[in-house]
């Protein structure tokens, strides 16, 4: 239905882009989110046939899609509201000291535009990672015009909600070439993007493979950019002992329902669960294979995704010493994927990179160390992820002080008592983490702080009150949050 962008095509995009940059940075923030604000009003506006096209696309059932739509227009919104408020901005004034030898400048600093941000839509968030996702809602808010390349899994639902965008534009009469939305299944077309001299930076969430070879581009260029990729985790919980002893059978249940939500095909999910051999963990075991049973296998997003799963678990149970515990009783279908589980022993696991791994799916491993040692051992050589767990009471865990510093230390998100899978969108969120989980841990690409990645700091020195920014004004016209000589404040300078 829809064909390949050409070359010229992304030339004049991208050059729109570029024309599009130096009028939309200079809006107001009020412009800019009262424009993210339309985006949200028109995507309700698409009502259920938005719905139900992305339901024919990804299999995703329609109450996950509602409320995955619904998570989308509260990012804008709340995005909207910080983009108003200016906090992100990071504003910074120091006023002269004329008779301080040398003198002192006056220095003022703040965030601004770095230009235009090209998204790459997820295949497995067709709304909140995807067209009008989080980058594009992020990139909009630090003053950055968006050109989206349109995911192939969910391409018609991606083509719906590019409308919905620029009816918006339209409506609140942004600057043309504000939003462009490029079709392109080839990876020609993401390289084109991407090393377009007029791209100031790269927003992605997807597979490893793909996201590296964007970072790759984008630091390859003559003028490298950055390039923010989530690329994956398996998320990795820690059963310490005290814990486990007293909730083994509760803290199953609780696993088997987070590894098979949505079948698996969150980023969050939790692919390897950590213990020590003990008579808990095999009640854990065998309470966590007893509850995979009896899950209802269902349709994976497309068949490509079906495929890898089924290739890359078979893969990781082939793998020396590696035990089937448990796959659902229930038989599977075309394009579903088999909830499973399987275990070895921590010095099998420490021993096979295979096993680090992503299965992306309803699959977990369990790892049963032979002692605490063992398991800080696992601990340090584990990659960075996006969450780690511990299921532990409060001595496990000033107990084992090592250990806690070990988990800590490999991931952006650390959870206690709880499961990774489920994202709040709020500022305290940090869903990011150390490579390969992310290409910058610096950087959430949920809640608001992520509108920093778009944007770069800047510094004004003598300059004259009138000739300033809004944000960096004595007056403070915008009534701001600012750092004025070491004190937080709204007042006047």
Known sequence: MFNDASTEEIELAMNAAWTAFHAYRKLPLKRRADFMRAIAIELENCGDTLIQTAMTETNLPEARLRGEKARTIFQLNSYAAACEKGEWLGVSIDTAVRDKVPPKPDIRKMLVPVGPVVVFGASNFPFAYSTAGGDTACAFAAGCPVIVKAHPAHIQTSQMVAEAILIAADKCQMPKGIFAHIHGASFETGKTLVTHLYTKAVGFTGSYGGGKQLFDWGNQRKEPIPVFAEMGSVNPVFLLPEKLKTSATEIAQQYAGSITLGVGQFCTNPGLIIGIES???????QELGAAIQKVIPAPMLHPGIAAAYTKNKANALQQEAVQLVAASAIAVK?????????????????????????????????IRCKDMAEMIE??????????????????DITSNEVLVEAVKNICGRFILNSVPTGVEVCLSMHHGGPFPACTDSRFTSVGADGIKRFARPIAFQNWGNQLLPDELKNENPLAIWRTVNNELTKAVV
């Open 279 to 285: 008579e808990a963990l095999q009640l854990f075991i």
């Open 334 to 366: 075309e394009n579903e994927g088999t909830p499973t589980v399987a275990s070895a022993t921590g010095e099998t696991f420490l021993n096979n990179p295979v096993l680090h791994q992503e299965v992306f799916g309803p699959y977990s491993l369990v």
């Open 378 to 395: 696992v601990a340090q050589q584990l990659e960075g992820q996006l969450t780690s767990t511990l299921m532990a009471t409060d001595t």
